[in-house]
């Protein structure tokens, strides 16, 4: 017997409301502010932000929970804290590390990017769901590995890295990032501070020589490990 044929709901319906809200996104919260970068406007128009926050505001101008007590910054912190770590050459083929995968999105964005990442996160609950999303949503090729563990020590295994983003705040840039920070430009960008407020600071690394750069208030949620803050 053939059932009859009951249409579905138009899946294309939903996923026109999302790329409408990315667009705005991209246009009122990235633009309107001064991010110019072609290349990373249109990475943030490709990721779909829905798939990896919780909420019901997946492109809102604000922060949002992540799962296991942890929140990913608004969208125009993460283009800021992108822009300010792109290596000079760009991010296609660039070895990096991400210190706090959290819901995998900032992973995301590099990959789109073409950036061949590493990403490491301390709460193992968090890692595999994030590795999940990433597949899911097509990132899952051999250049994105997420991790498992204390990112203050860094990743040495795949060491130097062109460029790494720490998302959680510490009261200073722990040793071994600058160790495994290439020593021909190799960019680090950090929220460095204390647990309330911090500071966005980039440093690059020419030789054993770091000039660092500080660029804005943020509230970042605390980097916890040997080399940052301790668990409460
Ligand atoms: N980049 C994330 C995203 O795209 O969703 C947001 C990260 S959230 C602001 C900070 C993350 O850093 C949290 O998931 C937290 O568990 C993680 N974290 C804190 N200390 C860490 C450490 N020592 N090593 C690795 N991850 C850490």
């Known amino acids: 017997m053939r059932w009859p044929h009951f249409p579905r709901p138009r899946p294309a319906a939903i996923v026109d409301t999302h790329a409408r809200d990315r667009a705005r ?16 406007l249109r990475a943030f128009g490709a990721v779909e932000r829905h ?14 929970p992540v799962g296991s007590g942890q929140t990913i ?5 993460v283009a800021i804290m ?9 991010w296609n083929g660039a070895n990096v590390l991400e210190v706090g995968t959290g819901s995998g999105y900032q992973a995301a964005l590099l990959g789109e990017l073409g950036a061949r990442l590493t990403t490491i996160e301390r709460h193992e609950a968090l890692a595999t769901t994030a590795r999940q999303r990433l597949e899911d949503a097509g990132y899952a090729d051999d250049r994105i590995e997420v991790v498992v563990g204390d990112g203050t020590q860094g990743w040495s295994a795949h060491a130097p890295y062109r460029s ?7 009261p200073s840039v722990p040793g071994p990032l600058l160790e495994q920070l290439d020593r021909s430009g ?24 770091l000039t660092t750069t500080e660029l804005e208030p943020v ?14």
């Open 73 to 77: 910054s608004q969208p125009y912190v």
């Open 25 to 40: 996104m991209v246009a009122e919260q990235l633009e309107a502010r001064g991010i110019r970068d072609p290349e990373l």
């Open 51 to 64: 798939r990896f926050v919780e909420g019901d505001e997946p492109y809102g101008d604000h922060a949002l």
């Open 219 to 232: 509230v970042f949620v605390p980097l916890i490990g040997e080399h940052g803050h301790r668990a409460e």
């Open 82 to 90: 992108t822009t300010a770590a792109r290596p000079p050459e760009g």
């Open 164 to 170: 790494i983003l720490v998302t959680a705040g510490a």
């Open 186 to 209: 190799g960019r680090l960008v950090m929220p460095v501070g204390d647990r309330e407020r911090q500071i966005l600071t980039v440093v690059v690394r020419e030789g054993d020589g």
